[in-house]
Nanobody
């Protein structure tokens, strides 16, 4: 599975941004999908995850109520809608795919996209 993330950019605090990740490969619906983010010098951290059917979602506490993860299995895409952005959301965002189960543990994910930069100015 190859993943390609897009949608990053420079926004102001309070704005919204929608990230998208397209997966190239078969059986996309069998994969749990996740979004992670990383700030230079820090470890990659979990943001959100979604089950293969889209029926289950899981969020890191700091983004609950602001971010929404969704997927379209017909189009092999997963999205992260980010609202009420804060300066601390600034990071490179990565999408990831795995089959072990919905999780915030990066070790559960086998495939990673290249990352897209989100910069939130205060």
């Amino acid at each position: 599975v190859q993943l390609q993330a897009s949608g990053g950019g420079l926004v102001q605090a309070g704005d919204s941004l929608r990230l998208s990740c397209v997966a190239y490969g078969r059986t996309f619906s069998r994969y749990f999908m996740g979004w992670f983010r990383q700030v230079p010098g820090k470890e990659r951290e979990f943001v959100a995850a979604i089950s293969g059917s889209g029926g289950d979602t899981y969020y890191e506490d700091s983004v609950k109520g602001r971010f929404t993860i969704s997927r379209d299995n017909a189009k092999n895409t997963v999205a992260l809608q980010m609202n009420s952005l804060k300066s601390e959301d600034t990071a490179v965002y990565y999408c990831a795919a795995g089959r072990r189960g919905i999780s915030g543990d990066s070790g559960y994910y086998e495939y990673w996209g290249q990352g897209t930069l989100v910069t939130v100015s205060s």
